[in-house]
């Protein structure tokens, strides 16, 4: 199947498949853009420069390529099936039950709350962030290595952009 952009440009949705399965594969694993992404994804471009701009599955939102820098922003449902589809669970932060409240409304994650976190988070990546029960409260940025989220008792830990109690 092709997609035909304005001005005549024609591209495969095999290639655009391909391509956001790569990106997933580099950002967040080798093997994950398949899982994140199935067959049955919707591809949207943007009108003006023809780029890749969102992914859909069953008409939700999983993710939005940003355009400064070529990665994947998650949402919820997004972030959900990468937790789902990891093998090694990765890039999550476990919070204190005080702070999920606060987190579940979309406000940030503080060092002080982190009891666990993957160690190999570094700063300015998309991290989940999880209650004590593996369940997901919300979706961010990392504004800390994971080491440092579990030694520092002061400091922003995620800048989260969206928590479950946000959702649609």
Not at 51 to 62: Q, V, W
Not at 106 to 125: C, L, M, S, T, Y
Not at 150 to 168: D, I, T, Y
Request: no cysteine.
């Amino acid at each position: 199947m092709f997609v035909e952009l304005s001005g005549g440009r024609i591209l495969n949705r095999a290639f655009l498949l391909q391509k956001i399965r790569s990106i997933a594969d580099y950002q967040f694993g080798k093997g994950i853009g398949e899982k994140l992404f199935s067959e049955n994804v919707k591809i949207s471009l943007s009108k003006r420069t023809g780029r890749i701009r969102h992914i859909y599955l069953n008409g939700r939102l999983l993710a939005t390529l940003r355009a400064r820098d070529g990665y994947f922003s998650l949402t919820i449902a997004g972030g959900r099936r990468l937790w789902e589809n990891m093998e090694t669970p990765r890039y999550w932060v476990r919070l204190q039950n005080e702070a999920v409240p606060f987190v579940a409304e979309g406000k940030n994650a503080f060092a002080k709350h982190v009891i666990d976190a993957d160690e190999e988070i570094r700063p300015h990546e998309e991290v989940l962030v999880i209650d004590e029960r593996d369940n997901i409260i919300g979706i961010g940025k990392s504004k800390l290595t994971g080491l440092e989220m579990k030694a520092f008792k002061r400091g922003l830990a995620v800048k989260v952009r969206k928590g479950v109690g946000e959702e649609n």
